[in-house]
């Protein structure tokens, strides 16, 4: 999730304060990728016998830009360079690119590096037992909301009973739950400590120049080691990597590494070589107030009551004999039996077989244990399960990869991390400008609320479709040949380009495939669109663009587990309950699109206009496979169209619209089955 990097420059290092600098510096922006939401840096300096800690609610491109970050780069290095040439003294740095999750970024406290029982670490992860942990040791005084605060606390706890570093980091792994890539500096140890139960961490080594540079992912070594001419610095560089449930502890005067296992059946009880400093490093918090680019609105006055459920009305609609669609479905038509011509047309699955898909991907199976897929992985439920199927079916070594636009829930976040931690999966999350992402949606919503029609409702989410660009882009990085998609068959929604009067192709895997015809009809429909509401023309439109692009016409050559693997409800609900822990939400009795923020407020204005959702679709697509009767499927219909306040509410405050005047102008808009 976060990107978090460091480096160890022992005696003899070669390096210059220019040459760190820019190191430094390259690192954060290459980071930034990761978290775009805050930045930190902690810097040990032995001569000056401290550990500074800088941190802010600024992107890091934005941070290494500031005077007030200069400054303290200067200052926190002073002594250990003569003059700014020559290293004279070592000394080791962590830093951080965050993306949100527990705690807000407006409290400096919970923007990383975090200090506490005389640690600083930074951490990539979410623990989500970190309430249970903090009720379980009442010996420990919670200061923070961060979720690393306890790691920290755990592993300090065990360093002061006597235990190795190893033992200590074992100990603190087992009693959390999640997922953790960590970087810590210690005030009375020159040791930097990395531990990870993922596998998130990579680093260059360079033994013969005493220099350590650490990273979450191998891709932004690779790209440090030619944009800052690392091989002229430190000679021959070579990425390595951190495997799941493994740790590196740096000696800070030498550089010199040590790897240790925290695998259960692998504990590594080796003592610590490490001198205890006497006295301890002080750390000092130099942070200081920089203006932040976060706009959240508080809607505290929002009233439930608001959101309308027509359900009476609704279920008067003449509805499909077989299926649950309504006759304000597009393009619907019903024969002489009663039966729509979305049931007529319908194409049963043909599911492939586990064992056919053992055999296609054995190809790619790498014997080395490095990764050899990319699986897209939004937090969701079929996501998770195909991530659970790669992993313990398949074999395979994957890595998982989330697009973050800004409306990935932190329970999705949360429920992603319980499945990377207890599998031991390496978590690339790309993360978009997320402050400009949302107010791009609300850019969107605002203009669809002066001339709505239902045909432009994907417009909310066009900023998540850029996910098919990086996935590409990750697949070439990484040099792996495999991209897993784990796309539920039963989502199709034509629905969606049928408002936009694009009728149905029955048969068609993907309403990416559609013709190119179709592709230029859809393009025609919006451009009338912006023409008619001038609204739409906003700061969104080169991203809309964007997303279309990614969309429609870069390739989409991935595997989708799901055409091998028939998709059960129950045994998917019962794995990733039972086995992971997986959260729900409460404010549903379905596992269905809880991790997306946005689904809860489209689907809101579908059910409340049209008189349907995406889940009649769905629901539909199950009784047409012979998964749910009509009767079940109409029952589930009913109880999971009802409007999710929580949800709701947390969507319009994100983007930055008031809850009541929203919902108010949703409703007062002409409900298509009142016409009927």
């Known amino acids: 999730m976060c990107g978090i990097f460091g480096l160890v420059a022992g005696v003899d290092s070669g390096l210059t304060f220019k040459d760190t600098r820019t190191i430094v510096d390259r690192l954060f922006v290459l980071s930034e990728t990761r978290g775009k939401e805050s930045s930190g840096i902690a810097v040990k300096n032995f001569p000056l016998g401290e550990i500074g800690v800088f941190k802010t609610s600024l992107p890091a491109s934005a941070l290494v830009r500031t005077k007030e970050y200069r400054g303290f780069f200067k200052k926190s290095l002073d002594g250990c360079f003569s003059g700014e040439t020559q290293l004279c003294h070592p000394f080791s740095l962590i830093a951080h690119a965050r993306l949100v999750t527990n705690g807000s970024q407006e409290n400096n406290f919970n923007n990383q590096p975090v200090n506490k029982s005389g640690a600083v670490a930074v951490h990539n ?21 961060v979720d690393t605060e306890i790691l920290i606390e755990l592993l300090c706890a065990c360093l002061r009973c006597g235990a190795t570093i190893p033992q200590a980091a074992y100990e603190a792994f087992q009693m959390i739950e999640g997922a953790a890539s960590v970087g810590m500096l210690f005030d009375d140890r020159p040791v930097l400590l990395l531990i990870t139960n993922t596998g998130s961490l990579y680093y260059i080594h360079s033994a013969g120049k005493n220099v350590l540079i650490f990273s979450s992912e191998r891709y932004i070594l690779e790209s440090l080691i030619t944009t800052a001419h690392l091989p002229q610095l430190l000679g021959p560089c070579t990425v390595k990597w951190v495997r799941p449930n493994e740790g590196r502890m ?54 439930p009551s608001l959101l309308e459920y027509n359900i009476e009305e609704i279920n008067r609609l ?70 659970h199927l790669a992993a313990r079916e398949l074999d395979l070594t994957p890595i998982a990869y989330t697009y973050d636009w800004g409306m990935v829930t932190d329970l999705a ?54 996910y098919f660009y ?51 009809q859809m393009v025609g429909f919006y451009g009338r669109q912006y023409l008619n509401n001038p609204a739409y023309l906003n700061q969104s439109l080169i991203d809309t663009v964007g997303a279309f692009a990614s969309y429609y016409f870069i390739p989409h050559e991935y595997l989708n587990i799901y055409k091998y693997v028939r998709w059960e409800e129950k045994t998917v609900e019962r794995t990733l309950i039972g086995e992971y822990k997986w959260e729900i939400s409460p404010d549903t009795q379905t596992t269905w699109r809880i991790g997306d923020g946005t689904a809860p407020f489209y689907n809101y204005i ?10 009649d679709t769905f ?24 409007p999710r306040f929580e949800s709701i509410k947390w969507y319009l405050d994100t983007i930055g619209l008031e809850f009541n005047s929203t919902i108010r102008r949703i409703n007062s808009f002409p409900k298509l089955y009142r016409n009927k």
């Not at 259960?264 to 932040?292: E, F, M, V």
């Not at 791009?440 to 239902?454: D, G, M, Q, Y």
Request: include cysteine.
């Open 470 to 520: 990086y996935a590409n882009k990750l697949k070439k990085i990484n040099r792996i040949d495999l991209v897993i998609l784990c796309e539920n068959p039963l989502e199709k929604t034509d629905f969606k380009a049928g408002f936009c009067g694009i009728a149905p192709t029955f048969g068609g895997a993907h309403i990416y495939t559609m013709s190119a015809a179709k592709k230029l």
């Open 250 to 303: 740096i000696d800070e005067t030498t550089a010199a590494l040590e790897s240790f296992s925290i695998h259960a059946n692998q504990r590594d009880g080796r003592g610590c070589t490490h001198a205890i400093l006497q006295p301890p490093l002080q750390i000092k918090d130099r942070s200081r107030a920089l203006p932040s680019r976060v706009q959240i609105l508080s809607s505290s006055s929002a009233d």
């Open 413 to 466: 976040r949360r429920n992603q991390a319980r499945l990377c931690g207890k599998l031991g999966i390496e978590h690339i999350l790309v993360s978009a400008d997320i402050n400009r992402k949302r107010a791009n949606i609300r850019k969107n919503v605002e203009a669809w609320l002066k001339s709505p029609s239902l045909g432009t409702v994907p417009l909310f989410m066009a900023g998540d479709k850029q």
């Open 619 to 642: 629901r539909s697509n199950q009784i047409r496979e012979g998964m749910l009767s009509r009767e079940e499927a109409m029952q589930a219909v009913n109880e999971e169209n009802k």
């Open 125 to 145: 992860g979410i623990i989500v037992n970190v309430d249970q942990l903090w009720s379980r040791h009442r010996e420990f005084q919670r200061e923070y909301e």
């Open 606 to 615: 579908y059910s409340t206009i049209s008189g349907f959702s995406e889940i």
């Open 318 to 387: 003449k509805r499909c004999s077989r299926c649950l669609l309504p006759e304000t479905f597009p393009f619907i038509i019903y024969d002489k039996d009663g039966i729509c011509n979305y049931c007529r047309n319908y194409q049963p699955q043909v599911i492939l077989g586990l064992e056919e898909l053992k055999t296609l991907v054995s190809r790619y199976r790498k014997t080395t244990g490095e990764p050899d897929c990319l699986v897209t992985f939004s937090g969701g439920r079929d996501s998770s399960f195909g991530l």
